[in-house]
């Protein structure tokens, strides 16, 4: 296993006096795509949120490459390469494809060397270059999200509820390109409800229930446990 670059660290934390997550601790390590699973309501978008420095914590704290980071904001963190993307695809609905992969040139990235890039991995955006994201169905916004985010070179992705309101086959076209992007070196912690296609690519799962981490391992043997976890149900979530 490669060095941790993200971490929580018995953490705990959550909205005003209520807590949501109770001593987590979560790593992330370099080039890995680590899957964050469980049913709503157990804590996973708090996690991602602490990661990126979007909610404060109560108590522990945030690692990024072995150093401290608890407290530092969200902007500090995406200069030193974390990239959220939200849940809800995250685009600028008013502003065309073109003007939304515009606003990461802020990074010194060229627009023309942006735009080249997420033609080649989406040719669907080259195609609606001028179309007012806001237009566009909810795959085409998130490849439009993730071809953004990705932009900005992050040493960290991370992805909250990616396959949201998709058809499965786009979900799929989507984590395809995550793992891609992983092989790359970018280190990938993936927040989903649904499991099945991120088994699929994750190198290790975890599973969280009520703002507990409850196990982590390898896909395989977080799917055979899924079932349990998810109310008791049978088969594969």
């Given at each position: ?45 708090t ?130 390109i ?11 912690l ?48």
């Open positions: 296993m490669s060095e941790p670059l993200l971490e929580l660290v018995d953490v705990r934390a959550g909205y005003g006096s209520i807590e949501v997550l109770h001593g987590v601790t979560l790593t992330v390590h370099r080039g890995e795509v680590l899957a964050l699973l469980g049913p709503n309501g157990g804590g996973k978008s996690s991602l949120n602490v990661l990126a420095g979007l909610v404060d914590i109560m108590s522990g704290e945030v690692r990024l490459a072995g150093r401290p980071v608890t407290g530092v904001g969200a902007d500090k963190l995406a200069r030193l390469g974390v990239c959220t993307i939200p849940e809800g695809r995250g685009v600028f609905p008013n502003l065309t494809v073109r003007e939304n992969l515009m606003m990461a040139t802020h990074t010194g990235a060229k627009l023309s060397d942006i735009e080249a890039i997420a033609y080649e991995r989406f040719p669907r955006l080259g195609d609606r270059r001028s179309q007012l994201a806001g237009t566009m169905s909810g795959g085409e916004q998130q490849m439009l999200a993730m071809s953004r985010a990705l932009a900005t070179n992050p040493a960290v992705l991370l992805l909250d509820e990616l396959s949201m309101g998709l058809a499965p086959l786009i979900v799929s076209s989507l984590y395809e995550v793992a891609q992007v992983a092989e790359t070196g970018v280190s990938v993936v927040v989903e409800q649904f499991a099945r296609t991120v088994l699929g690519i994750a190198d290790r799962a975890a599973i969280m229930l009520s703002g507990r981490i409850t196990r982590v391992g390898p896909p395989d043997e977080i799917a055979e446990e899924l079932s349990s976890a998810y109310l008791g149900g049978k088969g594969q979530p």
